[in-house]
């Protein structure tokens, strides 16, 4: 699968709010499937496993089985490749133009 293909399913993934919720509490620990559920009250089990399986997808959320439980951990490194390619140099582009108007405008004419 290609690079922008990898992307693609990231960003589809990212793109809804329960699947960034998800994102958000494995953030803090992994989590079985239950917990995620009981945290979710709004979503049958159904529901957040077919999200569970977008992330999968995208390579955001690795699950491990342990006997009846299927634990749950974030994987950040796409999202870490998502920020190097674009938000860092874009930031970065920001940050520069910022200074160069703080220097205008400090300036004495």
Partial sequence: MSTEDENDLIFKALGHRSRRRI????KLEPRTTGMLCDLMPELDRCTVMQHLGVLEEAGLVVAERRGRE????LDALPIHAIHERWIGPYAAYATSMLSKLKSQVETPA
């Fill in 23 to 26: 994102v958000d509490l494995l």
């Fill in 70 to 73: 299927r634990w749950n951990y």
